[in-house]
């Protein structure tokens, strides 16, 4: 498979620990090394970083789900925050699988990881060129006081990340709008999006 592989012309391949007998994986390793293939190394939990360790692994995928559950179970982004630490020492470490945002990008990064797999997420989001930039971006950005639709969705097909209404605030803003005007533009901002809701008053009224 590797040869084959490498006459298809990849520079890399992937070792998924869970799928394999260890010293299956440990030879197959060191065989795409002695070709020039590149092994990525998939862990799933702490002796699987440890195997990745013992191989001097330089490149290293964390999957935050369970990949023998065909990644139906409900792992997510902490695997990578609980394992990033314990990758090998100079390993480039890759963020795979769960990541439904840009916040759990930016989360898989500040855990250590130096890239991050995203494939589900990109392709159910309405647009996908807009999600995939709003992941690559290493801030948040929030833009407040929309009025209008257009305003909305001007601030959308820019990749804002989170939209901000101005609702019942207790000082004369220009930007103030009315309760059902504010709830129909936070309704109409899809899941992919943030919308923030800044008013004021005494707390029984703000919540």
Known sequence: DIDDTKAAGAAAILLICACMPRELLADLYEYALSIGVQPLVETCNAEEMALASELGA??????????TELERDDGNISRTEELAGLAPAGAFLVSESSIKNGDEVRTALASGA????????????????NFYRSLC??????I????SRDEVALCMANGVDTL?????YPL???????????????ASVP????SCLVTGGDCEKII
Not at 123 to 129: E, R, T
Not at 144 to 147: F, Q, S, V
Not at 164 to 168: D, K, M, R, T, Y
């Open 172 to 186: 004369a803003v220009p930007w103030n709008i009315e309760r059902a005007a504010a709830q129909e533009l936070c």
């Open 137 to 142: 971006r290493p801030l948040l950005v929030k």
């Open 144 to 147: 407040c006081g929309l009025r």
């Open 114 to 129: 130096h890239a991050a797999l995203v494939g589900t997420a990109i392709w159910q989001a309405a647009d996908p060129g």
């Open 164 to 168: 901000g209404v101005v609702c019942e």
């Open 191 to 194: 899941n992919e999006f943030r």
């Open 58 to 67: 330089e490149l290293v995928g964390i999957n935050n789900r369970n990949i």
